[in-house]
T-cell receptor, first 114, second 113 residues
Framework: DTAVSQTPKYLVTQMGNDKSIKCEQN?????MYWYKQDSKKFLKIMFS???????INETVPNRFSPKSPDKAHLNLHINSLELGDSAVYFC?????????????FGSGTRLTVV | GQQLNQSPQSMFIQEGEDVSMNCTSS?????WLWYKQDPGEGPVLLIA?????ELTSNGRLTAQFGITRKDSFLNISASIPSDVGIYFC?????????????FGQGTILTVHP
Protein backbone atom coordinates (compact mmCIF):
# COMPACT_ATOMS: atom_id res chain seq x y z
CA ASP A 1 0.00 0.00 0.00
CA THR A 2 1.82 3.10 -1.27
CA ALA A 3 2.28 5.80 1.38
CA VAL A 4 2.47 8.81 -0.97
CA SER A 5 1.08 8.16 -4.43
CA GLN A 6 1.18 10.49 -7.41
CA THR A 7 -0.60 10.26 -10.73
CA PRO A 8 0.28 10.22 -13.50
CA LYS A 9 3.87 8.94 -13.39
CA TYR A 10 4.59 10.29 -16.87
CA LEU A 11 2.98 13.23 -18.61
CA VAL A 12 3.86 14.41 -22.11
CA THR A 13 1.99 17.44 -23.37
CA GLN A 14 2.23 20.33 -25.77
CA MET A 15 3.12 23.90 -24.91
CA GLY A 16 0.13 25.97 -23.94
CA ASN A 17 -1.89 23.08 -22.53
CA ASP A 18 -3.26 22.90 -18.97
CA LYS A 19 -2.53 19.80 -16.91
CA SER A 20 -3.00 18.49 -13.37
CA ILE A 21 -0.98 16.16 -11.17
CA LYS A 22 -2.65 14.45 -8.23
CA CYS A 23 -1.17 13.35 -4.92
CA GLU A 24 -2.59 11.34 -2.06
CA GLN A 25 -1.02 10.20 1.21
CA ASN A 26 -2.35 7.53 3.54
CA UNK A 27 0.07 8.21 6.39
CA UNK A 28 -2.24 10.49 8.34
CA UNK A 29 0.26 13.33 7.95
CA UNK A 30 -0.85 16.93 8.38
CA UNK A 31 1.52 18.56 5.92
CA MET A 32 2.03 18.01 2.20
CA TYR A 33 4.48 19.52 -0.26
CA TRP A 34 5.26 19.90 -3.94
CA TYR A 35 8.91 19.87 -5.01
CA LYS A 36 10.38 20.33 -8.46
CA GLN A 37 13.50 18.41 -9.56
CA ASP A 38 15.24 19.88 -12.56
CA SER A 39 17.42 18.18 -15.16
CA LYS A 40 20.46 18.57 -12.88
CA LYS A 41 18.57 16.71 -10.12
CA PHE A 42 18.27 19.81 -7.95
CA LEU A 43 15.23 19.66 -5.65
CA LYS A 44 13.41 22.87 -4.82
CA ILE A 45 10.28 23.39 -2.78
CA MET A 46 7.29 24.95 -4.53
CA PHE A 47 4.37 24.76 -2.11
CA SER A 48 3.39 23.39 1.27
CA UNK A 49 -0.03 22.86 2.78
CA UNK A 50 -0.81 22.12 6.41
CA UNK A 51 -4.28 20.77 7.04
CA UNK A 52 -5.53 22.23 3.75
CA UNK A 53 -3.98 25.64 4.49
CA UNK A 54 -1.24 27.05 2.25
CA UNK A 55 1.84 27.77 4.40
CA ILE A 56 4.69 27.89 1.91
CA ASN A 57 4.45 29.50 -1.50
CA GLU A 58 7.89 29.90 -3.02
CA THR A 59 8.57 32.11 -6.00
CA VAL A 60 6.57 30.06 -8.48
CA PRO A 61 4.77 31.43 -11.57
CA ASN A 62 1.05 32.07 -11.14
CA ARG A 63 0.44 29.40 -13.76
CA PHE A 64 1.04 26.86 -10.97
CA SER A 65 -1.90 26.50 -8.61
CA PRO A 66 -2.00 23.94 -5.82
CA LYS A 67 -5.27 22.73 -4.32
CA SER A 68 -5.80 20.69 -1.18
CA PRO A 69 -9.39 19.40 -0.85
CA ASP A 70 -8.46 17.63 2.39
CA LYS A 71 -5.28 16.96 4.33
CA ALA A 72 -4.69 13.66 2.52
CA HIS A 73 -4.69 15.19 -0.95
CA LEU A 74 -2.66 17.88 -2.65
CA ASN A 75 -3.06 18.47 -6.36
CA LEU A 76 -1.04 20.68 -8.68
CA HIS A 77 -2.62 22.38 -11.66
CA ILE A 78 -0.44 24.02 -14.28
CA ASN A 79 -1.85 26.42 -16.87
CA SER A 80 -0.32 27.40 -20.19
CA LEU A 81 2.55 24.92 -19.96
CA GLU A 82 5.97 26.10 -21.13
CA LEU A 83 9.05 24.16 -22.25
CA GLY A 84 10.84 25.20 -19.04
CA ASP A 85 8.20 23.44 -16.95
CA SER A 86 9.65 20.10 -18.02
CA ALA A 87 10.92 18.45 -14.84
CA VAL A 88 10.09 15.77 -12.31
CA TYR A 89 7.52 16.94 -9.75
CA PHE A 90 7.53 15.25 -6.37
CA CYS A 91 4.79 15.27 -3.81
CA UNK A 92 5.81 14.67 -0.19
CA UNK A 93 4.24 14.62 3.24
CA UNK A 94 5.40 15.00 6.83
CA UNK A 95 3.67 14.53 10.19
CA UNK A 96 3.73 18.25 10.90
CA UNK A 97 5.09 21.51 9.57
CA UNK A 98 6.48 22.25 13.02
CA UNK A 99 9.42 20.36 14.33
CA UNK A 100 12.01 18.83 12.14
CA UNK A 101 10.58 15.77 10.48
CA UNK A 102 11.90 14.10 7.40
CA UNK A 103 9.50 13.85 4.51
CA UNK A 104 8.05 10.82 2.78
CA PHE A 105 8.22 11.38 -0.97
CA GLY A 106 6.08 10.04 -3.77
CA SER A 107 7.76 8.42 -6.77
CA GLY A 108 7.43 11.54 -8.91
CA THR A 109 5.67 12.72 -12.06
CA ARG A 110 7.93 13.25 -15.04
CA LEU A 111 6.46 16.13 -17.03
CA THR A 112 7.71 16.68 -20.57
CA VAL A 113 6.48 19.73 -22.46
CA VAL A 114 7.02 19.59 -26.22
CA GLY B 1 18.78 32.23 -0.18
CA GLN B 2 20.05 29.38 1.92
CA GLN B 3 22.22 26.90 0.06
CA LEU B 4 23.79 23.58 0.81
CA ASN B 5 27.06 22.75 -0.94
CA GLN B 6 27.35 19.01 -1.34
CA SER B 7 30.50 17.21 -2.47
CA PRO B 8 31.66 15.33 -4.30
CA GLN B 9 29.25 15.63 -7.22
CA SER B 10 29.94 12.05 -8.27
CA MET B 11 31.92 9.03 -7.15
CA PHE B 12 32.99 5.88 -8.95
CA ILE B 13 34.11 3.18 -6.54
CA GLN B 14 34.74 -0.55 -6.35
CA GLU B 15 32.46 -2.82 -4.38
CA GLY B 16 33.72 -3.14 -0.83
CA GLU B 17 35.21 0.36 -0.64
CA ASP B 18 34.11 2.95 1.89
CA VAL B 19 32.45 6.17 0.74
CA SER B 20 32.36 9.60 2.29
CA MET B 21 30.38 12.64 1.23
CA ASN B 22 29.64 15.93 2.93
CA CYS B 23 27.49 18.99 2.94
CA THR B 24 28.32 22.50 4.08
CA SER B 25 26.44 25.73 4.46
CA SER B 26 27.09 29.32 5.41
CA UNK B 27 23.84 29.26 7.43
CA UNK B 28 22.96 27.41 10.62
CA UNK B 29 20.49 24.55 10.37
CA UNK B 30 18.89 22.69 13.27
CA UNK B 31 18.12 19.43 11.49
CA TRP B 32 20.18 17.61 8.90
CA LEU B 33 18.84 14.76 6.82
CA TRP B 34 20.34 12.36 4.30
CA TYR B 35 18.25 10.89 1.49
CA LYS B 36 18.90 8.38 -1.27
CA GLN B 37 17.16 8.50 -4.63
CA ASP B 38 16.98 5.47 -6.92
CA PRO B 39 16.25 5.97 -10.64
CA GLY B 40 12.57 6.68 -11.28
CA GLU B 41 11.77 6.98 -7.59
CA GLY B 42 11.47 9.69 -4.99
CA PRO B 43 14.12 10.32 -2.32
CA VAL B 44 14.01 7.98 0.66
CA LEU B 45 15.12 9.10 4.11
CA LEU B 46 18.27 7.33 5.33
CA ILE B 47 19.28 9.19 8.47
CA ALA B 48 17.95 12.19 10.41
CA UNK B 49 20.16 14.24 12.74
CA UNK B 50 18.60 16.57 15.29
CA UNK B 51 21.42 17.67 17.58
CA UNK B 52 24.76 19.37 16.91
CA UNK B 53 27.58 16.85 17.27
CA GLU B 54 25.20 13.90 16.96
CA LEU B 55 26.61 10.78 15.29
CA THR B 56 24.01 8.30 14.06
CA SER B 57 24.29 4.96 12.29
CA ASN B 58 21.85 3.01 10.16
CA GLY B 59 23.44 -0.30 9.19
CA ARG B 60 26.50 0.46 7.04
CA LEU B 61 25.62 4.17 7.00
CA THR B 62 26.93 6.69 9.50
CA ALA B 63 26.15 10.38 9.52
CA GLN B 64 27.19 13.27 11.74
CA PHE B 65 25.66 16.66 12.47
CA GLY B 66 28.52 19.16 12.59
CA ILE B 67 29.18 20.94 15.85
CA THR B 68 28.88 24.34 14.18
CA ARG B 69 25.46 23.29 12.79
CA LYS B 70 26.70 24.31 9.34
CA ASP B 71 27.75 20.92 8.02
CA SER B 72 27.13 17.20 7.96
CA PHE B 73 28.78 14.12 6.49
CA LEU B 74 27.60 10.70 5.43
CA ASN B 75 29.82 7.61 5.34
CA ILE B 76 28.96 4.30 3.72
CA SER B 77 31.14 1.37 4.68
CA ALA B 78 31.83 -1.72 2.57
CA SER B 79 29.80 -0.52 -0.41
CA ILE B 80 27.66 -2.97 -2.38
CA PRO B 81 26.13 -2.62 -5.88
CA SER B 82 22.69 -1.67 -4.52
CA ASP B 83 24.22 1.43 -2.92
CA VAL B 84 24.16 2.96 -6.41
CA GLY B 85 22.00 6.07 -6.58
CA ILE B 86 21.94 9.77 -5.83
CA TYR B 87 22.51 10.82 -2.24
CA PHE B 88 21.14 14.15 -1.06
CA CYS B 89 21.76 16.09 2.08
CA UNK B 90 18.90 18.27 3.26
CA UNK B 91 18.47 20.61 6.16
CA UNK B 92 15.94 22.83 7.84
CA UNK B 93 16.34 25.71 10.29
CA UNK B 94 13.36 24.38 12.25
CA UNK B 95 11.12 26.63 14.28
CA UNK B 96 8.91 28.68 12.00
CA UNK B 97 10.43 27.29 8.82
CA UNK B 98 7.21 25.32 8.36
CA UNK B 99 9.03 22.14 7.45
CA UNK B 100 10.80 23.70 4.49
CA UNK B 101 13.79 21.60 3.47
CA UNK B 102 16.77 22.93 1.54
CA PHE B 103 18.54 20.26 -0.50
CA GLY B 104 22.13 19.85 -1.59
CA GLN B 105 22.96 19.24 -5.24
CA GLY B 106 23.34 15.50 -4.75
CA THR B 107 26.20 12.99 -5.00
CA ILE B 108 25.88 10.39 -7.75
CA LEU B 109 27.36 7.12 -6.53
CA THR B 110 28.39 4.36 -8.92
CA VAL B 111 29.63 1.06 -7.50
CA HIS B 112 31.52 -1.33 -9.77
CA PRO B 113 31.18 -5.03 -8.85
Amino acid sequence: DTAVSQTPKYLVTQMGNDKSIKCEQNLGHDTMYWYKQDSKKFLKIMFSYNNKELIINETVPNRFSPKSPDKAHLNLHINSLELGDSAVYFCASSPSHRGNYGYTFGSGTRLTVV
Amino acid sequence: GQQLNQSPQSMFIQEGEDVSMNCTSSSIFNTWLWYKQDPGEGPVLLIALYKAGELTSNGRLTAQFGITRKDSFLNISASIPSDVGIYFCAATPGGTSYGKLTFGQGTILTVHP
